[in-house]
């Protein structure tokens, strides 16, 4: 590995991020809260080492394969190092790892927190939270639509389907995309933020809760949640962005440069709504039949729960850890699935549980027509076995890890339920599991061990955990 | 599908079944019990049925693969209703479907009961359910080392490794191989047998429990399993022949002939050895720290439940449901691994999840090292790309049915924990799980319906899954 590119681009995002951190200081400013000196001397510092970083280093040789795993995993780690200074120095917390939790958990678009009560933080710290979301969000959505498929290949279903024209290199590739996917990106976090204000969510909270919405994010302003703020309409408003953050967002392209065709052709997205429709009724019946008496009640709280979690943003309007079994049982199994591919939401992904369900039914097929030729078709497009392959091994990967991670929850004497919970939480980037970590608790009670795994299990989810484990394993398999 | 071939060989199976009742009829004799009357008539209308459907139907044509599914899933179902007679006529269960979830039970090897007091049946229903447990466990050996690799193909990971003469055609193969190993399953049932008598167990209760162990089954004679007889020289006796349940047959086959070299080759074995090992270690330190006082204590529980879940037999000495997370949790991962390829043990099966881990590093290593040729080998053998892909599907249907079930069973109450482990315990037939239907609980609070899911998840697990959804799909897909 080629180091020197590496760090090279590491610097480049960290002046990146540093630059970024203007935005905080001028919230700052204008609540005239002391907060922002966290920010200046932070920035300051990032962009320091960053340019150090970057200068020392420069190079014009092209990146390859295992220098991009490289990037890509210590580029999350390290934002989130700096990320969490901020946090220290303005004292909200009194140890590193619970600011580093909080900072992967919002450059991840996770959204858990080891924050108790919301109130107690100023309008700087608040915006900080969020807009780590915004960044984090962006930043998966170029980087599974325009990165990884470069990378991993096999590995990512889609492949050259980013909007924009289409370059050779790298670079200028990510570049085009990005600046596309950046203004859709605008476009729809301003849109929620106006509907928001329109029925009386105040323009801070709004834009909040618009960063936490299209990021998958779910960090809120307040304790509460958006159950704070005792509104249906915000709440349908909130559920609608949140199912349309599950969406692909280069269909979100296509909607608004009129392609509306492709839209109602995409496999994916018929998928999801079928997935949301049926998990909304079936949730709706249990809780009118178990829990509430209103029909309306159980609906709306169905619809916002079912959005919240597949969507993976998290947030939350009711302890849905007290409805029935079933209804747990199907919160639990959306966490797995998560939002469509090239979305800002975690999970395994719509797509390729559609895939792996169509590959399951071709190999019982194979076993009654031995002899049938088949191949697997996802819409028009053919996948061939070797993609094929890689999604049941990402499925298996994902499912290791899963199990691994929650032994060792367990082991820390978290009951069953909590640890599987918040493994799929963290891994899903979700945020808010069941048990000990329900919608109305928050990760501080766990021990700092599992705290510091919880975090792990956030990156691995939000880089697909393959990109985390290539890294980790290339330094065994050198040529 | 001719279902004249289909017919003709369930009405030799139902007839050997019927002959197979003249044992628990010898049985009622020798206790002077009248529940043998209930077996005079049962055998009496079995033998009956399948010689009508038998003469009703003969031909001489060969069986084909979508016959050769129908006989096998039809099969399990037909023995298990023949099966469930007797307890009816007995007066053991007042409703049919307490009487066949038993028998699929019995036959499956599961071990899942809803009697809630053994000691209040005679010896000769005692009998029958073990007598299933040893013929269905021949059953499963005959079928997953002869039967289904030929109707399978690339699901069966083994083809053609069976010992004894190699044959062409089907049923003269299946023959011979199920001769040889008759003879070692009777070898092993009488040794641990002949070792239970020495140490002072009654030699009924000795019989009882050598079927229950070869076939993995888990039924007992004593309602406290083996925590009844108090001594840790038969818990040991027990876990040791349940780790060797838990083994390839033929590797047995290997043994008894003197091929020693050929088992420590053995991949598989090795594999099943370091989770069994390191299950009761982990377990064991666990048990020390957090629940008993004497380190023998806890090595003694683990080393028992360890191999008796792993084995999938689901005997017990002690409430593992009060054990802490991290004990339970591995528990239940064991219940998800299985035993060995070619033994009666039910799960995904050792061989698969090593096959599975192997695949996974291999598509890590592809990502690093895109062009680099690959080839996935267990021990000296390549495992093709086709086998592999089958794995993984299975893998995952395995997942989906585990999903699906659970959450059925959660629509009806049940909580979380009590769901997934029933599920587990009956899809990798096991027998007990935790929370409600822990090892000192039964299945009969259960409602009526979930009663019959689990027991087509039995059916479903011991068929490997693809054969019982083969056989239902197949009907859809008439060419
Ligand atoms: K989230
Ligand atoms: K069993």
Request: proline share 3%; charged share 15%; glycine share 8%.
């Amino acid at each position: 590995m080629r180091l020197k590119i590496v760090f090279n681009m590491l610097g480049t995002l960290l002046i990146f991020i540093g630059v970024s951190m203007l935005v905080p200081i001028f919230v700052a400013l204008y609540y005239k809260e002391v907060d922002g000196v966290a920010f200046i001397v932070t920035m300051g510092f990032t962009i320091s080492i960053g340019r150090i970083l970057s200068r020392a280093t420069e190079s014009n040789e092209e990146i390859r394969h295992r220098e991009g795993f490289a990037v890509v995993t210590l580029g999350w780690i390290a934002i989130s190092i700096f990320g969490a200074i901020p946090f220290m120095l303005a004292g909200v917390f009194d140890n590193f790892v619970d600011a580093f939790f909080e900072s992967v958990s919002g450059f991840t678009t996770t959204g858990a927190t080891v924050i108790m009560s919301l109130e107690s933080l100023s309008h700087t710290i608040l915006f900080w939270r969020s807009w780590m979301h915004w960044l984090g969000g962006m930043g998966i959505i170029v980087m599974s639509i325009a990165i990884l498929p470069e990378l991993a290949g096999s590995m990512q279903l889609f492949k050259a389907e980013a909007p924009g024209p289409v370059h050779d290199r790298l670079k200028p590739r990510i570049r085009e995309t990005a600046k596309t996917l950046w203004v859709v990106y605008l476009v729809i976090t301003s849109v929620q933020t106006i509907l928001l204000v329109m029925n009386d969510m105040p323009f801070f909270d709004a834009i909040i809760h618009s960063f936490g919405t299209i990021s998958s994010g779910g960090f809120s302003s307040r304790t509460l949640s958006v159950k704070a703020y005792n509104s249906t309409v915000i709440e349908w408003i909130m559920a609608v962005f949140m199912f349309l953050a599950g969406v692909n967002l280069t269909l979100h392209y296509q909607f608004l440069t009129g392609n509306i065709r492709s839209i109602f052709k995409d496999k994916e997205l018929k998928f999801y709504t079928c997935i949301v429709v049926s998990a909304i009724v079936l949730i709706t019946i249990n809780l009118r039949f178990q829990v509430y008496r209103s029909l309306a009640e159980s609906l709306n709280y169905a619809a916002f729960q079912v959005t919240s979690i597949i969507s993976t943003a998290g947030f939350a309007t009711v302890d849905y850890d007290i409805w029935p079994p079933f209804s747990r049982g199907i919160l639990l199994i959306l966490m797995f699935i998560g939002g469509c591919a090239g979305s800002t939401a975690g999970g395994i992904k719509v797509i390729r549980i559609y895939a792996l369900m169509k590959k399951g039914f071709q190999e019982l097929y194979k076993l009654i027509h031995p002899r049938a030729v088949t191949s697997l078709k996802i819409g028009n497009r053919a996948v061939s076995e070797e993609v094929s392959t890689s999604i049941l091994g990402f499925f298996f990967l994902y499912v290791i890890v899963f199990v691994i991670s929650t032994v060792i929850l367990t082991s820390f004497g978290i009951d069953l339920i909590s640890s599987i919970s918040a493994v799929a939480a963290t891994l899903g980037n979700i945020g808010p599991g069941l048990g000990l970590i329900g919608p109305l608790n928050t990760y501080v009670p766990l021990p700092i061990v599992c705290k510091l795994l919880l975090s792990f299990c956030m990156i691995l989810g939000r880089l697909e955990i393959y990109t985390v484990l290539v890294f980790l394993l290339s330094g065994f398999w050198r040529k």
